[in-house]
Each structure stands twice: as structure tokens, then as C-alpha cells.
């Protein structure tokens, strides 16, 4: 604001006022040089006249002057002055000074380094034009004729001064123009807002010149004599003599400064131009520019910062801006993407920018979207309206009807049209599972509930699980429920359509006496060919020693075979060593010879060259010490030819369990009831004995299609006959181990009935415990590893080619939608056979108790007794009834939410600023 002098007296007027405007208005430059005119005015010539009519002349001269320079410096055009009898004198000089207080203190100070003056000499006086003011001097003393335009004019406060110059000038006429190099009306101008930016309220002229008594009379009476000085020191003029002058208090009012938030341009970089819309990036600062103006007068810097309003810790850096008095220009703001974490997609946030003096009056808004395409969130899943998302305390459906719903929330940036959204419901203890698909639309940001409502009496009882999955952009979510009366899930069997083409395999049947029997009769073997092995030290039954005589000294080197014989695998060569041949009493020596010595620990047969060796075995009796070579290739039985090495080995039994498998269809209705008998399919291995010892495992596969809604199960059955008992025994023998293994088989007899030890029921009325089918929920064996010598284990008959299904090590089993494993336990039953362990109270144990047992201890029962493979194409139904997922209804609120709204922040009007206004005038005037 433009402050006041009040304070000043003198001729400043009395009614004047606390604020009045104060101009500087300042003609700077007039150049006198001497010219030839074009045009001349009559001017009225002084000769010999009477010294008060000289003066009176000269008076008029003057004024006629002051009227020319002044026409000059208002029009920029060429004038005539007079200048008969005139001089020029190089006089004064003068200082403005904006400060507070002090003129030695801080300062904004500009320099007038020389006023100038014309001078006429009369004969007993001398009259003088200087910036516009005429002085007269005679007797001494100075006289104001006309004073020079520094004082109040209607309350502004004006200081104009004109300077003078002179070039060459002859004659009795000058012209006067414009000078346009002078920089000193610039300077004024910077000096003036400085000092405003800078606070500085006071004001200084300083005046040294000869005519120092006129200027003084004039500022004591515009500006009152206790403001002004003379002869006074000042730090601007060296010697006190010719100095006058003025210090005005209060010359202007500077407002403090004082920044306000005058626009909010919103965001700057949101996806879509001016719609306030953020899509979160790893990358990507969430920014914004607002319009920031210092209000006041003075320079100065503040904090300003960004703030999202309703959320912690979201907030910019305070960035430091610097403004000058009445300066406004835009600030940019950013908040990094690591400050964003609490930000909340899909919704709207307010924020605010704000100075340390004013911010937003209403606050700005933004949305705040996960990616730029929509994306549905679905989330809070709900049961008959109780919510659902804990899988131990799932929601008891008692009603007639069953509603699942779910809050469907856009979080993209764009809307979405006829997303497809996906329900499946699906049995935790059954293989059984039903989808719905529909489609819907948000808006971007809307959050709606999608529901869908089912006939409860058609769901399988037990515990569901409702599972809802955006197709397309989106998560998944699922809730928990349960039925206590719907349809009964066997766990024994697996429910199919019609038109379904199924396989059926076999993958293994693994069954035998847990401790092998010695094998008395097969101590003494041989290897029947060298090429299929290599001897090593890991075991006991075999010496040799080198079929060559002794070395004849250190470098003697061992001839080869050339029809074959035994190498060092790797490269190790026999040399001669020397050693005690004969040893004496007390660890002496009676004679030292050179022997053959091999550093290995293993050989093996080259057909081509090597050493030859002499076998020597362990005869087996008392007294007998067998040496620690064994063989790791094919060992027979009996006494060994003549041309064979003959082994001492350990020798086991191992009898197999009879078993057999039998597929079962049952018709069933849309509940799983029985709605036929069960017929046993015929297959490629019926009454087949299926626990045998080969290597591989043989895998025992069935194909076929159903004509209507089945059951489908796997009828199965072991049986105990010690040693096959009437049913014709074979024997198979193989070496595992550096051991011989005679396996006794029983022939197909031994499974057509009788003496069963387990023996299941396929009926769906029937729910066996001792067969559990696992689908791609229920997953895990319960043991992989039989625990039983040559048996194999589960993951090895799973995995292997023809079956393809991973294990991992915890017994989970990856298996696709519509494969299934059948796992048997057919050596326990909690009722057939209760032995090993007994299980108390048996006969009431449920298969879901005896599964549980199963994963909760180790050894029988732990369903790895057979194990089958079953792998589905469901079919069309169109040769019977296939019950589908039974949705009563669906629905949807889409649009009955408000859309988001975003806007820019506003503040009201604060355009009041009021600068001081400050009119710098700079004529620069060459007289020419």
C-alpha cells in the first residue's frame, strides 16, 4: 500500500491524510549544446537596461527556458531555449535514499552525479535555472523565484529533477532533445521496487550544490524545518558545506508480505487431462500446481506444501518459494510414490495446498485409481447377509434359499462394460463343483453388491466354499458356507454325467511281508558276467591278488591282458612296493621283497586289456575271513562254473499279497441317490492278480463312455495266503543291493475268493473307509514311502511316464480339474482286520475319522496299498439328466451408485493488493 507523510510539516497541506500517494516523478538528461536554429522565435534582447529590469528580463528568459526543456522532455522533440548572456555551470549533485530508519543502514540508494545549472551574471545579482527551480542570488543571500517540482501535489509526493549538461554552445540560442543513452530513469526504477520488496519506508534526499540556501527554503517549507539539515555530514558527499538535506518518515507503507493460495490448477499429470484422475505407478509422483501471490509489498519466501486431507502421511515436501510484493506465479507440487501407501484405490481423496499464511478455501479432489483400464475388486463375501471370509467358521445356510453376495468396486480410471464376473461353488469333502458367469458394469470408482441365490437343497452337504473371479481385469475372493441337509458327497466315489469319457488306471498295488525272510539256500553266488558290474569295497565276500609274479624292483611296471581283464576306473596303475614278505617275531621282519601294490577301491572288467586277478572266496566255514571287495552287477544263485567268480552274499524271501480291482457304475439321481443297481464293468484285468513284482510297475488301464449319471467306484479286495498256499507259487529273483531277492507271487487263482484279509463294498449306500478318492482339493497321501523293502513309493508310481502326476515332498498331488486318485489301504481295516495297530472302537470309526488317522500317525493306515488313477471328459448330457449349479437369481446395483466427483481447490477473490504506485518518469532531453 502507499503510505503517508503525515508526519512531514511545512507547506504540505494539513488535511492531507494517514495514506497519501506519493509519485516520483523525475526528469532526468537535458543535454545543452550550442546550434544553428531553423526556425527562430523573437526573443527580447538584453542589452544596457536598469539592473531590476535586467533581472526582471533574465526572470522572464527563464521561465521561457523552463517552458522549452520542459516541451522537450514531454514531447521527445527538438526545442529552442534563449541563451544570450547565459552560462553553464557544471553544479550539484543529489542522493535518493529508501531506508528505515537509517541512511548508513540497509539501503536502496540511486546517485545523481550532476544536476547542472544555467546562470545569467547581472551586475549586482546572479540568477540561476536549476532542475526546474530559479534561484536569485545578491547581498549573500539566496531568493526562491520558482521553486523545483519536489513536494505535494494532491497528496502524491513528487520529486522531479532535471539535469543538465552542456556540449559546445555559441550564440544566443541553444536547442534542446531528449538524451536517449541515460540509464538513470532504469535505475530509479529498480531502486523504487527494491525498496519496496525490501520493506524500506522511509525516505532521504540529499542535495549538494552552490544554491544549497534556496533549495533548503524550499524543502523546509514542502516538507517542515525539522526534516531538514544542512551542512550536515553525510556518508554520500565528502565535506559538510552546500549539503541540504530531507529525511521523510513514513514516506510509504509497505504492506508485510503475506502469500495466499489464489488458484489450484489441479492435477498435473493425471491420465486424463482435467479430470483429477491418478493411476498409481511405481514411478510416478502424484503432483499438482497451484498459483501462490505475495500480497504485501515486501520480497520473501514461505513453505508451501500439498496435503491429501483425509488420509495420514500423504503429504508433499514444504517447497520453498520466493515471491515479490504483488508477484504471483505458479507453484508445482509432488508427492513421491513411496508416500502413497495410504491412499485407497477406487476412492476419491481431498487435499489442500497451503502457505504458512493462507491455503485452499475449498479443498481440491482427486480419484485414485490401481491402473488406467478398470479393474473390479471384489471383496467382503457374504452369506444370507452375514459376512463369510473365514474358513474355520464358515456361515450355516439354514434357509430354503442360499444368497452368496459380494461388493464388486471399480478401481481402474475408466469404466467397465460388461465385465464378466464368475461364482463357483465347491464341495470341501466331494469332488463337486458348480459356475455361474454373468456380467455387469461399473462405473470408474462405483462399488456395488452382485449377489447370486441358490435352491439350498440341491447343494452338496458339508462345507462350500463360493469363490467369485473376475474374468476379465480383477481379483478373486471367496466365502465360507455350509449345508447340514443337502446332497450326501461320498468320499469314495466320483459322480459323472452322461457322455462321459473315462479312463481308469491301475498305477500300482504294493503289498508284502514288511520284514524279508533269509534266504538260507542262497548264500553262495556267482557273477555271471563280468561286463555288467564292478567290484567295490563297500561290502564283504571277495580277495584277490595278481595273477603275475613279484616285481623284480621299483621300476618294474605289470603286463596287461590283451583278452581282457580288470582296470582302475580312474587310471590308477599297480606298482611295486616294497614290504615285509616274511614277518618275525615282535613286529620284526625276516625278509622284504618288492610286491605289486593298487591304490583303488574299485574295479571293473575291460573287455579289451587289463590285469589279470585271482578270485579267492569265503568257503563259509569256522576260521573263514572273507575280503571286502562285493560285487555291484547280476548275482545268481548255486554253485558257479569253473569260468565265474563265485560271491558270499546275504539271500531274502519276500512274499507278495494277492489283490484285485474292479470298476463299478451305479445310475444315481440329480442328489446322488441310487437310482439303479451296481453292475461291475468287465475289463482287460478282471480276476487278475495285481500285486506283482516287476520292474517297472505294470500299469493296468481301462477306457469307456457313460450312457447316463453314474457313480463311479473301484471295487477292491487282498487277500492272505501265506506263500501263495494251493495257488501255485512262482518265484522271481533279483540282486538289489549285493543281495539276492527270491519274490513269491501268487498265480490269478489266488483272487477269484476266499481267505480275503480286506475285502470292500462298492455301493453308494455304502461310504468305505478304506478307499478316498482326492481331487484338486483334497490332495495329500498320507505316506508316500511304504516303509517296506522293495516296495515302491507313491511319488515314483505317480510321476513316472504314462501317469504324470507331480508329487511334491509333502504328498501333495498336482492334479488337474476332472483327474482323480483313488487311494487304497488293503492291509488294515477298522473292522475286517483291526491289527497292527488296533483302533479301538472300529466298527463305528467314519471314513473321514479313518482318513484322519491315516495323516495323524505313521505306519497302517496309510493308503498306499493300491493306488488308481482316473482321468474324465464330461460329457453333454444329453443321454440323461446332469444337474447343474441351480442360481433362483442374480443380482446386480449397478447404478445405484453417485459417480465420483473431482474438481480443482478454489479460494475466494483476494485480487486487493495495492502496490505503491511509483511513476518514474525518465526524459532524457539533449539540447541541441
Known amino acids: 500500500m502507499i503510505g503517508g507523510a503525515s508526519s512531514v510539516p511545512g507547506n504540505a497541506p494539513d488535511d492531507r491524510g494517514v495514506s497519501p500517494q506519493i509519485g516520483f516523478v523525475l526528469l532526468v538528461g537535458m543535454v545543452i549544446v550550442g546550434a544553428t536554429l531553423l526556425a527562430v522565435t523573437g526573443w527580447v534582447l538584453l542589452d544596457s537596461l536598469e539592473s531590476e529590469s535586467q533581472a526582471e528580463l533574465t526572470r522572464s528568459t527563464i521561465e521561457v527556458t523552463d517552458h522549452g526543456i520542459a516541451t522537450a522532455a514531454s514531447s521527445g522533440q527538438m526545442q529552442t531555449i534563449p541563451w544570450e548572456d547565459a552560462n553553464y555551470r557544471d553544479d550539484g549533485e543529489a542522493y535518493i535514499v529508501w531506508h528505515n530508519g537509517s541512511v548508513t543502514g540497509s539501503n536502496e540508494t540511486v546517485t545523481i552525479e550532476t544536476i547542472g545549472a544555467i546562470e545569467y551574471e547581472l551586475s549586482d545579482r546572479t540568477i540561476a535555472y536549476q532542475s526546474g527551480a530559479s534561484w536569485e542570488v545578491a547581498d549573500g543571500e539566496t531568493r526562491v523565484v520558482s521553486s523545483p517540482n519536489i513536494g505535494y501535489d494532491d497528496d502524491i509526493l513528487q520529486l522531479h529533477f532535471t539535469t543538465l549538461s552542456q556540449d559546445a554552445v555559441s550564440g544566443t540560442e541553444a536547442v534542446v532533445e531528449p538524451n536517449p543513452d541515460s540509464t538513470l530513469s532504469d535505475e530509479i526504477a529498480i531502486a523504487a521496487d527494491n525498496a519496496t520488496s525490501e520493506g524500506y519506508n522511509d525516505l532521504t534526499l540529499v542535495v549538494e550544490s552552490d544554491y544549497h540556501d534556496g533549495w533548503q527554503t524550499h524543502l523546509e517549507s514542502a516538507f517542515g524545518a525539522d526534516n531538514v539539515t544542512s551542512n550536515a555530514d553525510t556518508p554520500f558527499i565528502d565535506g559538510a558545506d ?168 471399480n478401481l481402474g480410471a475408466h469404466n467397465a462394460s460388461e465385465s464378466e464376473l464368475e461364482l463357483e461353488l465347491e464341495s470341501d469333502s466331494a469332488d463337486w ?123 618294474d611296471e605289470l603286463e596287461k591282458s590283451d583278452e581282457g581283464g580288470w582296470v582302475s576306473p580312474d587310471g590308477t596303475e599297480p606298482e611295486p612296493s616294497w614290504e615285509c614278505v616274511d614277518p618275525g617275531w615282535f613286529g620284526g621282519c625276516n625278509e622284504h621283497d618288492y610286491v605289486w601294490s593298487w591304490d583303488t577301491n574299485e574295479l571293473v572288467w575291460n573287455e579289451g586289456s587289463g590285469y589279470e586277478l585271482t578270485w579267492e572266496g569265503d568257503s563259509g566255514g569256522i576260521g ?212 497292527n495297530p488296533h483302533l479301538p472302537g472300529g466298527e463305528s470309526i467314519t471314513p473321514d475319522e479313518y482318513w484322519d488317522i491315516a495323516h495323524s500317525q505313521a505306519g497302517d493306515p496309510n493308503f498306499n496299498d493300491m493306488i488308481a488313477h482316473v482321468e474324465i471328459t464330461p460329457g453333454s448330457g444329453t443321454a440323461g439328466e446332469d444337474p447343474e449349479l441351480d442360481v433362483i437369481d442374480i443380482g446386480d446395483e449397478t447404478g445405484s451408485i453417485e459417480p465420483i466427483d473431482t474438481g480443482d481447490g478454489s479460494s475466494p477473490d483476494q485480487s486487493g493488493y495495492d502496490p505503491d504506485q511509483v511513476d518514474v518518469r525518465s526524459d532524457e532531453i539533449i539540447i541541441g
Request: net charge negative.
Open 242 to 409: 552546500g549539503v541540504v538535506e530531507v529525511t521523510i518518515e513514513n514516506a510509504t507503507e509497505t504492506e508485510p508480505p503475506k502469500f495466499l493460495v489464489t488458484d489450484d490448477h489441479g492435477l498435473t499429470n493425471d491420465d486424463l487431462p482435467g479430470t483429477n484422475r491418478f493411476v498409481d505407478r511405481a514411478d510416478t509422483a502424484l503432483n499438482v500446481s497451484a498459483d501462490i501471490r505475495n500480497n504485501g509489498d515486501e520480497s520473501d519466501s514461505q513453505n508451501v506444501t500439498f496435503t491429501v486431507l483425509d488420509v495420514d502421511s500423504v503429504e508433499s515436501d514444504p517447497k520453498n518459494v520466493t515471491r515479490g510484493g504483488g508477484e504471483e506465479t505458479a507453484a508445482n507440487l509432488s508427492i513421491p510414490p513411496e508416500r502413497h501407501d495410504n491412499l485407497t484405490y477406487g476412492e476419491r481423496h481431498e487435499y489442500t495446498v497451503a502457505t504458512e499464511d493462507d491455503e485452499l478455501d475449498k479443498p481440491g479432489s482427486f480419484y485414485y485409481a490401481k491402473q488406467e483400464d478398470p479393474y473390479l475388486n471384489v471383496s467382503n463375501p457374504r452369506v444370507d447377509g452375514e459376512l463369510a471370509e473365514d474358513p474355520n467358521d464358515p456361515v450355516n445356510a439354514t434357509g430354503e434359499h442360499v444368497t452368496v453376495e459380494v461388493d464388486v468396486h
Open 433 to 555: 463343483s458348480g459356475t455361474n458367469a454373468s456380467t455387469i458394469d461399473r462405473t470408474y470408482g462405483e462399488n456395488a453388491t452382485a449377489s447370486w441365490t441358490f435352491n439350498r437343497s440341491l447343494l452338496p452337504q458339508g462345507d462350500l466354499t463360493a469363490t467369485v473371479d473376475v474374468i476379465d481385469d480383477g481379483n478373486e475372493v471367496s466365502g465360507y458356507l455350509s449345508i447340514d441337509d443337502g446332497i450326501d458327497p461320498d468320499s469314495d466315489e466320483v459322480n459323472l454325467p452322461s457322455n462321459t469319457e473315462v479312463n481308469v488306471s491301475i498305477v500300482g498295488v504294493e503289498m508284502s511281508n514288511s520284514n524279508p525272510l533269509d534266504c538260507r539256500n542262497c548264500r553262495n553266488a556267482y557273477v555271471p558276467d563280468k561286463t555288467d558290474g564292478n567290484f567295490t569295497t563297500d561290502g564283504d565276500g571277495m580277495t584277490y591278488s595278481f595273477d603275475a609274479s613279484s616285481p623284480d624292483g621299483s621300476d
Open 624 to 835: 573263514s575271513s572273507p575280503g571286502n571287495w562285493q560285487w555291484d552287477g547280476p548275482i545268481e544263485r548255486g554253485s558257479a562254473p569253473s569260468d565265474e567268480i563265485e560271491l558270499l552274499v546275504d539271500g531274502y524271501e519276500i512274499e507278495w499279497l494277492p489283490a484285485r480291482a474292479d470298476i463299478v457304475l451305479q445310475p444315481v439321481d440329480e442328489k446322488n441317490d441310487p437310482a439303479g443297481e451296481p453292475e461291475t464293468i468287465e475289463t482287460e484285468w478282471s480276476d487278475t492278480n495285481l500285486n506283482r513284482f516287476d520292474e517297472p510297475r505294470p500299469i493296468y488301464s481301462h477306457s469307456f463312455t457313460t450312457d447316463e449319471r453314474v457313480s463311479l467306484m473301484i471295487d477292491a479286495a487282498s487277500y492272505s495266503h501265506p506263500f501263495c498256499g494251493g495257488y501255485g507259487e512262482q518265484t522271481v529273483t533279483d540282486t538289489y543291493n549285493g543281495a539276492i531277492y527270491d519274490h513269491i507271487e501268487c498265480t490269478d487263482e489266488a483272487v477269484s475268493g476266499g481267505n480275503e484279509l480286506v475285502d470292500l463294498t462298492a455301493d453308494t449306500e455304502t461310504n468305505e473307509t478304506n478307499v478316498r478318492v482326492l481331487g484338486e482339493e483334497d490332495t495329500a497321501i498320507p505316506e508316500l514311502d511304504p516303509g517296506v523293502d522293495r516296495q515302491e513309493a507313491v511319488d515314483d508310481l505317480l510321476e513316472r511316464p504314462g501317469v504324470d502326476v507331480p508329487v511334491d515332498e509333502n504328498g501333495e498331488l498336482n492334479l488337474e480339474e476332472n483327474e482323480f486318485i483313488f487311494a487304497f489301504t488293503l492291509t488294515h481295516h477298522p473292522e475286517q482286520n483291526n491289527e
